[in-house]
């Protein structure tokens, strides 16, 4: 599909931005949670279910083969937003989390032994710890963990250490979903690579915000959710170089990745078939290509320009409530604040907040390691996207002065 003509207001194009919630009108500051959706994503989604609805793969009839299409396409849209060489180098998952579950017993599990090592960084989500954490323990491998520094980045001159002949495989997230910080993925990859180590990215916080080149990058796997990036949820991405895959193991069983089965054995169709067994989320799919078609018709530039001034802006504004510290300050970095109060804990602020219809999250963010690392129990996060405005952040700043009046400061 053509890109269509750029919306001046794309506020507008997001249905759920207009709601109330608690009377006031809805702040949404909890992009990196999930993103909303904008109108031309909910129109393809019910379109497909209200007019295209068939199964994939399988029928000889119209209906079928035109959502095969449909899916086929959608596949080809995620190869052309990450530069994939080919369209059989993306498979669909549920989400960032099963595709990384699936690298690591596809590709990590079979090739390690007791005492290999798999390298991560101490700003990972349990998405991209747990699983690593879960194959190494099974085949008696050690999960090694690159250190930060203070502002939030990952210490290069440890990170280069701690590469070595054990390491089979190098997982880092592209950009931390608490510090806001993007990673120097290229020059981590290139310091891995001359040592002929595999890298997988945990991008799901990084394609909302920045354009990704997986060719570019030189990365092995790439991984992100729809939901982050406007699309549906329940769909996610594991990009995957065609030779690495072409010999991976299948990771479920099932219909559709199958080329022939008896009772004897099973033979497996070739990549990405061979790791979408079962019938997929066909509309979060279609739903993902009209997601991408909507970011390249609004434009890389357009978000970035945009998010770059709402950083700033709330950067400085929340600089101005007295005992708030900022969590991470890398100077390359998305639009994720965290940040602590001295005044109140992070879920009474999250709660105080919800009251004025600004909804930020509270917690450890699925990083207790990280949160250990930074010395506190949880964080308050505000993460942005395009669509949010200045004036949502003079709210959120004047709740958090509220806060601490509330709480005596
Ligand atoms: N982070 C957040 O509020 P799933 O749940 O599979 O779509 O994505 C998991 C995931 C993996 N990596 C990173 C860097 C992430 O930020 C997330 C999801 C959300 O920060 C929900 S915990």
Same mark, same amino acid.
């Given at each position: 599909?053509e890109?269509?003509?750029?919306n001046?207001d ?7 931005l207009?709601r109330?919630v ?11 949670a999930?993103?909303?959706k ?5 129109d393809?989604?019910?379109g497909f279910?209200a007019?295209e609805?068939a199964?994939?793969?399988r ?15 959608a ?5 052309g937003f990450?530069?994939a060489?080919?369209?059989?180098e ?5 989400g960032?989390t099963?595709a990384i579950n ?13 005492g ?10 349990h998405?991209?710890i747990v699983p690593w ?5 099974e085949?008696?491998?050690?999960l090694r963990?690159?250190?930060l520094?203070d502002?939030?980045?990952i ?9 070595g002949?054990?390491t ?6 592209h950009v931390?979903?608490v ?8 020059e981590? %990859?290139?310091?891995a690579k ?10 799901a916080q990084?394609v ?7 060719r570019?990058l030189?990365?092995d796997?790439?991984t992100?959710?729809?939901?982050k990036?406007f699309g549906?949820?329940g769909?996610?991405?594991?990009y995957g170089?065609a030779e690495?895959l072409?010999?991976m193991?299948p990771?479920q069983?099932g219909?559709?990745?199958i ?6 054995n099973?033979?497996f ?8 067994a079962?019938t997929p989320n066909?509309s ?6 009209a ?5 390249s018709?609004l434009?890389?530039e357009? %978000?970035?320009?945009?998010e770059e001034q709402?950083?700033n ?6 600089g ?5 510290s900022?969590?991470g300050?890398a ?6 604040i965290?940040?602590?109060?001295e005044?109140a804990?992070?879920?009474d602020i999250g709660?105080?907040?919800d009251a004025?219809?600004i909804a930020i999250r509270?917690?450890h963010?699925c990083?207790q390691p990280l949160?250990q ?7 308050a996060?505000?993460s942005?996207a395009?669509?949010?405005t200045t004036?949502?952040?003079d709210?959120?700043t004047e709740?958090l002065?509220?806060?601490?009046r509330?709480?005596?400061t």
């Amino acid at each position: 599909m053509e890109p269509k003509a750029q919306n001046p207001d794309p506020r507008s194009d997001f249905p759920i931005l207009r709601r109330e919630v608690k009377g006031k009108p809805l702040v949404y500051l909890d992009n990196a949670a999930t993103t909303q959706k904008p109108q031309v994503v909910i129109d393809r989604v019910s379109g497909f279910l209200a007019n295209e609805n068939a199964n994939i793969h399988r029928g000889v009839h119209y209906l079928s083969m035109e959502a095969t299409d449909a899916y086929d396409r959608a596949r080809a849209k995620v190869a052309g937003f990450l530069n994939a060489a080919e369209a059989r180098e993306i498979v669909f998952t549920r989400g960032t989390t099963e595709a990384i579950n699936l690298v690591a017993r596809s590709f990590a599990l079979p090739r390690m032994a007791s005492g290999d090592e798999i390298l991560i960084s101490a700003m990972e989500h349990h998405a991209n710890i747990v699983p690593w954490q879960m194959a190494a323990k099974e085949c008696g491998a050690l999960l090694r963990v690159a250190p930060l520094t203070d502002c939030g980045q990952i210490d290069l001159e440890a990170y280069g250490e701690l590469l070595g002949e054990r390491t089979r495989l190098v997982a880092l997230t592209h950009v931390s979903n608490v510090l806001g910080t993007i990673n120097p993925a290229k020059e981590m %990859i290139a310091m891995a690579k001359e040592l002929n180590i595999p890298v997988l990215l945990d991008g799901a916080q990084a394609v909302p915000h920045i354009s990704v080149d997986v060719r570019e990058l030189n990365c092995d796997f790439y991984t992100f959710s729809s939901h982050k990036l406007f699309g549906p949820d329940g769909v996610g991405i594991l990009y995957g170089r065609a030779e690495l895959l072409a010999a991976m193991p299948p990771y479920q069983g099932g219909g559709d990745m199958i080329e022939q089965v008896s009772f004897e054995n099973t033979t497996f169709r070739a990549p990405p078939e061979r790791f979408e067994a079962g019938t997929p989320n066909i509309s979060g799919a279609i739903g993902l290509g009209a997601a991408i078609d909507y970011i390249s018709a609004l434009g890389r530039e357009t %978000i970035h320009a945009r998010e770059e001034q709402l950083l700033n802006y709330a950067t400085n504004r929340l600089g101005e409530v007295p005992g708030l510290s900022i969590r991470g300050t890398a100077p390359e970095k998305v639009a994720v604040i965290s940040f602590t109060l001295e005044s109140a804990h992070p879920h009474d602020i999250g709660t105080i907040l919800d009251a004025s219809g600004i909804a930020i999250r509270a917690g450890h963010h699925c990083a207790q390691p990280l949160m250990q690392h930074l010395g506190v129990p949880a964080t308050a996060r505000a993460s942005f996207a395009f669509y949010n405005t200045t004036e949502e952040i003079d709210r959120l700043t004047e709740a958090l002065l509220e806060v601490n009046r509330m709480f005596g400061t």
